[in-house]
């Protein structure tokens, strides 16, 4: 069985058609070299704003590394063929904006339920609706994590830079095919259509992870089992004469539908959930900027990381102990280190291009002394230092 | 149980584990499953050759799980989009979607249309019972003009849609339309379907006694099969027929039989011509 993309001759050719260096480019064509560098070779998406350059950017680079690009005719049907070319062996990308957001989730859960491991990338922007469509945003945290039905575990990572978003999209494909699950990257119309440097390493610089293939027949018989006790089952790709049965419906270890016993579901999504759970130190990433004295914390995520980060420089210059958090997976929330960090401090700020979401985590960790803030714009214009800043110096 | 392993030689192809099929007394989908298990042996195709996809529904049920091949049961009509990225995985395989009227033509209509376009090489069976079966007998957009169903009951005033017309017109590569009461032409056009380059749709109007034929005096399984019988005009005869004669007529045969350039092998052909022009 193979995972096309993982052989030896694609270093070279990787090497030969992106020399290592510094380039000038967009946050969409970052995620679309992150996704190349991390093996994918299957993109199947449906163009929306402002998502478009990568799908753009896949449709030209992808067959230079033999490589698939299908427009299909809706973000239903882009999801749905990355779940099917999954499970022949293909590591498989879409990317798309706050309305294909919407339109693909049924499938997201699908993507969980069956244990397929996927990428998905929403250029957020401004809604509800189609809202501003050239506009970035942050609006789509909850969406991420709540869009599609049931009880489910969700992975999200989010970008803050254009050379963060060629990382963290790798990053995203090697949590998938690690815990064999969809990945969300939460990204903005802002850093997608931001120009900056950024350095494409040597392909041997980055470490790229495949999904466990079953190691005998056994393994084989049971896609949806446990051999490892990791919660992650071996996963038997699609033409090796295993005979795999693949349902969205409730199902017993081999496969097979058992949507009446309450045993069989409980176990199944539980086992899901515990996947996720177990396996914290292969997705959990923040960074961290002056919270060892801190009294104040800002805690942001994404595009606005920086504007803060910049806010905190210049309050710690005027003397004002200021600290800050960037969680780098957003879904599951890093709730345990909130939970320390809320112990030391006396507020905590939390700028985001939305009216208040992330801040809603964060609330669940901090308790009642601590004054909790957010610093909310919409409407497309990323916050500035100058903004954050006003904020800290409010606070002190 | 067992006596069928003995009885019926088609068994062989069937997950044993998942028998008996959860499918009514008098249902055609057994007479699909079986048409295409005649269909995969007399072409003597190895099942671990097929990866068999389907959507929501009666007849998703059909083939997956019961049929013994990789089997992908997936969300309602997205079947044809979930086996598009199947064949260009497995381009060497036989992709199969087995489902119905309401997950392939309706909820899923728009991909049915944009895969025969793009003349993607899976054999589409759309099994057409004229309801929706599974979630109690509701109107499906195939339910025949002044018909009975749970959420039409004092008559249809919708016009059904012509599946097998409108799927060749799109342009697919092979399209044929059989009833369960043509058992042998079925498998004869399966068999086309399967080994046809491209897009190829059967359309097989199938009963169901017990959600549209108890609603429609037809209560029994065989009067539904006389029903079809009695109605059903070769394509040849139907050319010369007003569409008045039409009415409420299952024309037979089959539609188109061409050759057209298709999607997946002119992916590949893309990819090793950027490819060879990157040597250079």
Partial sequence: MIIRGDEPEQIELLRKLYKPGNYFMMGDEAVAYGAIFAGCRFYAGYPITPSSEIAETMARELPKVGGYYLQMEDEIASIAAMIGASWTGLKAMTATSGPGFSLMQENIGYAVMTETPIVIVDVQRSGPSTGQATKGAQGDFFQARWGTHGDHPIVAVSPVSVEDAFWETIRAFNIAERLRTPVVVLFDGILAHTREQIRIPDPEEVEIVYRKLPQNEEEAKLPFGDPHGDGVPPMPLFGHGYFTHVTGSTHKENGLRDVYTQEVHDRLVRRIHRKIEKNKHVYEKYEEYYTDDAEILVVSWGVSARPSLGAVLRARKEGIKVGLFVPKTVHPFPGDRIRELGRNVRAILVPEMNLGQMILEVQRFVNDDVLLKGINKIGGIPLTVEEILKEIRGVV | ?280
């Avoid at chain 2, 057994?30 to 671990?48: C, E, H, M, S």
């Avoid at chain 2, 003009?145 to 039409?152: E, L, N, P, Q, V």
């Fill in chain 2, 1 to 280: 149980m067992p006596e069928i392993y003995s009885k019926y030689p088609m068994v062989k192809y069937l997950r044993k584990e998942a028998l008996p099929t959860a499918l009514c007394p008098g249902c055609g989908g057994g007479t699909v499953l079986n048409a295409f298990a005649n269909a995969i042996d007399q072409l003597k195709i190895d099942p671990r050759d097929i990866v068999v996809v389907s959507g929501i529904g009666c007849s998703a049920w059909i083939a997956s799980p019961y049929f013994l091949a990789d089997t992908l049961h997936t969300t309602h009509g997205r079947a044809i989009a979930f086996a598009t990225g199947v064949k260009v995985g497995l381009p060497n395989k036989y992709v199969v979607v087995i489902s119905g009227d309401g997950d392939l033509a309706s909820i899923g209509g728009n991909h049915l249309l944009h895969a025969a376009r793009r003349n993607v090489d899976i054999t589409v069976i759309l099994v057409n019972n004229f309801i929706y079966g599974m979630t109690g007998g509701q109107v499906a957009p195939t339910t025949p003009f002044g018909a009975i169903t749970t959420t039409t009951p004092y008559r249809n005033i919708e016009h059904p849609l012509k599946i097998a017309e409108t799927v060749a017109a799109a342009g697919a590569s092979y399209v044929a339309r059989w009833t369960t009461a043509h058992v042998y032409q079925l498998i004869e056009s399966i068999k086309k379907a399967l080994t046809t380059k491209g897009f190829s749709l059967v359309e097989v109007i199938s009963q169901c006694p017990v959600q549209f034929g108890r609603r429609n005096k037809m209560k029994e399984p065989a009067e539904m099969l006389r029903w079809f019988l009695k109605n059903s005009i070769p394509i040849n005869k139907a050319k010369n027929m007003s569409e008045e004669e039409l009415e409420g007529k299952f024309v037979i045969g089959e539609f188109v039989n061409r050759r057209r350039p298709e999607f997946v092998e002119e992916l590949n052909k893309l990819i090793r011509d950027v490819q060879s022009s990157l040597v250079r």
